[in-house]
């Protein structure tokens, strides 16, 4: 149970808040996480981490030397927007490139990605890695698609040590790759985390049960068994993990491994110890030295009763950057020697950086408070403007009465958040919208400010797509001409495909798409026939609502809920639930509207 927090919507700022005011040796806040307090030393390659709140330690308490340079801070286990990850690595670049480092969520992977292209457009040579350590998450011939729970520690810090080193961005990356290519934890839970704000947990495990295979955002694991003592614990964590060998260690026997025995949030320390007796034994038998282990807590899941096993097969070279010496809040090891390097250049650029930050803050502030002038706009598209805002009001309103309902089924296989993203989104949006209505914008500005709104507010997987659709949708409709029905339909298709193009996703993977695809279509159709917007729009979203309840026979083959597939059986994809009631809510507006 989460019990101490304010507005459960203001718990993962007021957290950081708090966090910054706490480590202000280590850090310093920036728009979108946290930096080194230290400058980072000129020509370094700069290595951002990051991905949603409620693991801490991850993401913003490994900020310091010997490890990560800056940490882009989501919301309540949703991943930073790019704006926010732009921003952190904006800030925490010092010459030398920057390497972005997140766990393998379709959030993470999506805004990361946008991120790394726009730090690219800026002219910063940035790569970008996802680590994917977790082996219950999907089988060997498929671990790309493995998610990344506490073997984050060992990969950031391998390729944190490298930079340090002075090595060059094309090195510091071989070298994440390396660490994750050889890093694997596998887990098993007791009772799933609550959160704030929420009054059950995400999921429950029966009395004297446990569920294995967990994840880090409340997934159920993906079986169940009888609750083991504490050896039979350390008997399945590491049988487990030596079957799963990477493919360049043939046998266990003779081989060096970083051992991290991680506490996902409410198992004691002591229990902790207990279990770590008998790995320690169970490795040794198996003739494993361990280097430097770690029992505590690395990566949790707020009050999660769970613990997992990560080994991180080492080579000479892993070795020496796991031993490497670090300074941060919630991680420290060895002595790095003279603590400030660069004193006064690092003072000057932080003053430098800091007068960054406070003109990008105020660029921000702008532009949620609306005073940013818009593009000029024709008469016929500040009318349809007004359409859109009202649009975008229906949405907020039809998202905010669902998102109790929005959450309960994104927590049936997935992380419970749904709802609570989108709300934070679609909210955003409406405002980016209003202000933008007031300053006179078009019907396409409003939308693309709404767009980059609703991205940066809600972060997650929904929030890169929702921002992608609204300014697909947008650049369709542009700032010149009233939009008629067809070029609606247009918008709706362009964004249709855009969204196949950033997720990956197609029909039948049981996600928005198999919603988004049959929408426009019906309304392509409709509007070719000369039906009216609004009785184009009745039809197709018609055609979503039945869409949307059909997901529910499908198997999901992408994102968060494709472990969990089985359980998904029965209930519609939440993402695609959520684009259906939009699609009516919209209508709703365009009658209100003609
Ligand atoms: N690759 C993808 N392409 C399109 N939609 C996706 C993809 N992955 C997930 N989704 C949609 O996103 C929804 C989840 O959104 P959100 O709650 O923000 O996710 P998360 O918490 O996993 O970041 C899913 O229900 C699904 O409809
Ligand atoms: O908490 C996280 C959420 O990822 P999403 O894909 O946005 O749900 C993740 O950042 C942890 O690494």
């Keep these: 149970m989460t019990r101490l927090f304010n507005d459960p919507a203001a718990f993962a700022d007021e957290a950081l808040e708090g966090f910054t005011a706490a480590h202000r040796r280590w850090v310093r806040p920036v728009t979108g996480g946290v930096v080194r307090a230290t400058a980072t030393p000129a020509g370094q390659v700069a290595v951002v981490i990051g991905g949603g709140s409620g693991h801490y330690p991850a993401f913003s308490g490994l900020v310091g030397r010997g490890l990560a340079h800056g940490a882009a801070?989501?919301?309540?286990?949703?991943?930073?927007?790019?704006?926010?990850?732009?921003?952190?690595?904006?800030?925490?670049?010092?010459?030398?490139?920057?390497?972005?480092?997140?766990?393998?969520?379709?959030?993470?992977?999506?805004?990361f990605g946008?991120?790394?292209?726009?730090?690219?457009?800026d002219g910063i040579e940035t790569r970008a890695f996802a680590v994917a350590d977790d082996i219950s998450s999907a089988g060997p011939d498929e671990s790309a698609k493995r998610r990344g729970i506490a073997g984050d520690l060992p990969v950031f810090k391998a390729a944190a040590a490298a930079a340090e080193q002075g090595l060059p961005l094309e090195e510091v990356l071989r070298v994440a790759e390396r660490a994750g290519a050889r890093t694997r934890s596998f887990g098993i839970a007791f009772s799933g985390c609550t959160l704030p704000g929420a009054d059950h947990p995400l999921f429950t495990v029966p009395e004297a049960r446990m569920a294995v295979g967990l994840g880090i955002h409340g997934e159920p694991?993906?079986?169940?068994?009888?609750?083991?003592?504490?050896?039979?614990?350390?008997?399945?964590?590491?049988e487990t993990l030596l079957k799963e060998l990477p493919d360049d260690v043939a046998d266990p026997a003779g081989r060096r491994a970083a051992v991290i025995l991680n506490g996902l949030g409410s198992v004691k320390y002591e229990e902790l110890f207990v279990v770590y007796r008998k790995v320690a034994a169970l490795l040794g038998d198996a003739g494993v030295e361990i280097v430097d282990p770690e029992v505590g807590e690395l990566v949790t899941s707020f009050d999660m009763a769970g613990i997992s096993l990560t080994l991180t097969w080492l080579d000479d070279r892993l070795e020496e950057l796991w031993r490497a010496p670090a300074d941060t809040p919630a991680y420290r090891k060895g002595a790095l020697g003279d603590p400030e390097p660069h004193q006064d250049r690092?003072?000057?650029?932080?003053?430098?950086?800091?007068?960054?930050?406070?003109?990008?803050?105020?660029?921000s502030d702008a532009a949620a408070s609306g005073t940013t002038a818009v593009p000029v706009a024709s008469d016929a598209s500040r009318r349809a403007a007004g359409?859109?805002?009202?649009?975008?009001?229906?949405?907020?309103?039809v998202v905010d009465a669902h998102a109790g309902e929005l959450g309960r089924i994104d927590?049936?296989?997935?992380?419970?958040?749904?709802?609570i993203g989108m709300r934070r989104g679609s909210s955003a949006a409406h405002r980016a919208a209003h202000d933008a209505h007031r300053l006179g914008a078009g019907a396409g500005t409003v939308l693309t400010r709404a767009a980059d709104d609703w991205a940066d507010k809600a972060g997650g997987t929904s929030g890169a797509l929702w921002g992608t659709i609204l300014r697909s949708l947008g650049t369709s409709l542009g700032d010149r001409d009233a939009p008629d029905a067809a070029r609606v339909a247009e918008g709706v298709t362009e964004a249709s495909a855009a969204v196949r193009r950033l997720?990956?996703?197609?029909?039948?993977?049981?996600?928005?798409?198999?919603?988004?695809?049959?929408f426009a279509d019906a309304l392509a159709t409709a509007t070719a026939e000369g039906l009216p917007l609004a009785e184009a729009w009745d039809r197709a979203a018609t055609t979503a609502t039945a869409a949307a309840a059909g997901t529910a026979d499908l198997l999901p083959r992408r994102g968060r809920a494709r472990p969990h597939a089985?359980?998904?059986?029965?209930?519609?994809?939440?993402?695609?639930?959520?684009?259906?009631?939009?699609?009516?809510?919209v209508h709703g507006a365009l009658l209100d509207h003609h």
Excluded: W
């Excluded at 927590?411 to 709802?419: I, R, S, W």
């Design 73 to 111: 801070v989501g919301n309540v286990f949703a991943s930073p927007s790019a704006r926010q990850i732009h921003s952190v690595a904006t800030a925490a670049h010092g010459g030398g490139g920057v390497l972005l480092m997140y766990g393998n969520y379709a959030g993470d992977v999506l805004h």
């Design 114 to 121: 946008q991120a790394a292209e726009r730090l690219a457009a």
């Design 221 to 238: 694991g993906i079986g169940e068994e009888a609750l083991p003592t504490a050896d039979e614990a350390a008997l399945l964590l590491v």
């Design 346 to 363: 690092a003072a000057a650029t932080a003053a430098g950086q800091d007068t960054a930050a406070a003109q990008d803050t105020a660029v």
């Design 387 to 397: 359409t859109v805002l009202a649009a975008l009001d229906a949405v907020a309103r």
């Design 411 to 419: 927590a049936v296989a997935g992380d419970g958040d749904h709802g």
């Design 503 to 518: 997720g990956g996703a197609e029909v039948g993977d049981k996600t928005m798409v198999d919603v988004l695809v049959p």
């Design 566 to 585: 089985e359980k998904s059986l029965g209930t519609p994809d939440a993402g695609a639930h959520s684009l259906a009631l939009i699609t009516r809510a």
